[in-house]
């Protein structure tokens, strides 16, 4: 006799033929058997619903659209490894917010408590409102390079100005920024470590 969990992924791998074929029916039957599971997982690592819920129906999308060429034989692990890539990869994307928290990329995962999250939310939002006090033309070169991820000669090219203009905006702004956000940066720094 074979045990559930074996069972379970033979009734995955007949319902992964059906919907290869374009049964809609048992899309919908592994999709409310992993919904739930699949958001959790994302919703870990995220700590953010909608990202989390926007990643989930992604991976659910592209398994229905790529259906006749996927072959998924463990569905749960699949979904793991999508999740996984999914959130570096928006990771990733977000990470050239502040040009100056390298420091924090070493630090272990275990920010997940109410204080330090409430602490990062709080430190977003100081650092978005100091970046909307820097004047206008330099907080649209911090923005497109630090942000949009744009090289320093095209901001230039962008905005009609030199190449050195440019450079010395990005430096003063980022001097403000850190001197102005830098007590706040050190706190959080510490109340992760304390928590590793």
């Not at 809609?24 to 699949?38: C, M, R, S, V």
């Not at 911090?142 to 230039?156: E, G, N, S, Y």
């Not at 962008?158 to 920024?177: M, P, S």
Request: charged content about 25%; hydrophobic content about 45%.
């Amino acid at each position: 006799m074979k045990d559930p969990v074996e069972l379970n992924l033979t009734d995955d791998v007949l319902l992964m033929q059906q919907i290869e074929q374009g049964s809609k029916h048992a899309f919908n039957l592994l999709y409310e058997k992993y919904w739930e599971q699949a958001y959790s997982e994302a919703y870990k690592r995220l700590k953010d619903a909608d990202q989390a819920k926007d990643i989930v129906q992604e991976i659910f999308t592209h398994i229905w659209l790529k259906k006749e060429s996927l072959h998924i034989i463990n569905l749960p692990a699949y979904l793991n490894v999508a999740i996984r890539n999914k959130v570096f990869k928006l990771v990733d994307k977000q990470k050239p917010i502040h040009p100056f928290l390298d420091a924090l990329e070493d630090l272990p995962a275990t920010h997940q408590q109410a204080d330090s999250n409430l602490l990062w939310k709080e430190f977003l939002m100081s650092y978005e409102m100091l970046l909307n006090t820097l004047p206008p033309k330099r907080q649209i070169i911090f923005r497109l390079h630090f942000q949009d991820d744009l090289p320093t000669k095209d901001i230039a090219k962008q905005l009609g100005v030199t190449r050195k203009t440019v450079q010395n905006q990005l430096g003063k702004a980022i001097e403000k920024l850190k001197v102005s956000l830098l007590p706040f940066l050190t706190l959080l720094i510490f109340l992760f470590l304390d928590q590793s």
